[in-house]
């Protein structure tokens, strides 16, 4: 399978550079998986797709503020790192720009000495584990100093840092926000609920491998960076609940899926449990747990254009991609979404 089969054409104006002033005022594609019929309406809509009965799973983990400006001891050369994984004793696996001033042994200043970190190793794909030194509360700290990681296509200032984080984040521990669940307010939750849906938690912390490309020609080839996921006893008896009623599980986000795919066992049940996943879903994946997803729209050849792809069909999500391109949707992290589901 080769990756130029995931790719589309995308106007660099149709990705969307700031989030709407109103989450839920988002356009809403919706995607037949079985006959690739599209509809086009309002995120809000989403109720009339919804049923009671219906098990939606929804991703807590919360971004943190993990890009920090610091600069070298001694050279006071400019030097930007990204904290990717928390490892122990205020030890981090970070992304560190550039790279060949922060060898082992640097001093890194962050905030006129409100923060050192020192760069004791050198591991997988050039990353450095830094060793932070500080007074008080780390998540503090980073509050104070750090800045939200916005991806890479997305050049404009954020001005709220809120708006990338969902209104149910509640675990610290992402370097990218869950992007599908933005468009939620807590009134149109609340709206969910009311209407007899269930609504389960599972925790999915994103790290960068969202964001980095598939560098290989066979998909098959492409190995996916581990994130850590949590599931609870609570969350697993609902989803089990459900699809033992024979009622439908739907994902909001592909880190809610790849939580679920991941945890459950050959017949689809959870229980709890935590972990490290690096599942990577493609054409040809039998899907154990999920019936729909609602989802953002995603890069071209990446691997979460390979997952929709996976539940919905190469031809029919790349002929929505294409209409959606034509429709002027707003694109990625801050753009418009997607619910791909089956049985309308």
Known sequence: MDVKDFYYELPEELIAQDPLEDRSSSRLMVL????????????????SYLRPGDCLVINNTKVIPARLYGVKEGTMAHIEILLLKRKENDIWETLVKPGKKAKPGTRIIFGDGLLIGEVIDVVEDGNRLIQFQYEGIFEEILDRLGQMPLPPYITHQLQDKNRYQTVYAKYDGSAAAPTAGLHFTKELLQKVRDMGVDIAEVTLHVGLGTFRPVKVDNVQDHHMHSEFYMVSQDAADKINRA???GRRVIAVGTTSTRTLESAADEKGRLRETSGWTDIFIYPGYQFKVIDGLITNFHLPESTLVMLVSALAGREHVLAAYEEAVREKYRFFSFGDAMLIISDL
């Open 243 to 245: 699809k033992d009623e």
């Open 32 to 47: 037949n998986k079985d006959t690739g019929e599209v509809t086009h309406k309002h995120f809000t809509d989403i109720l």
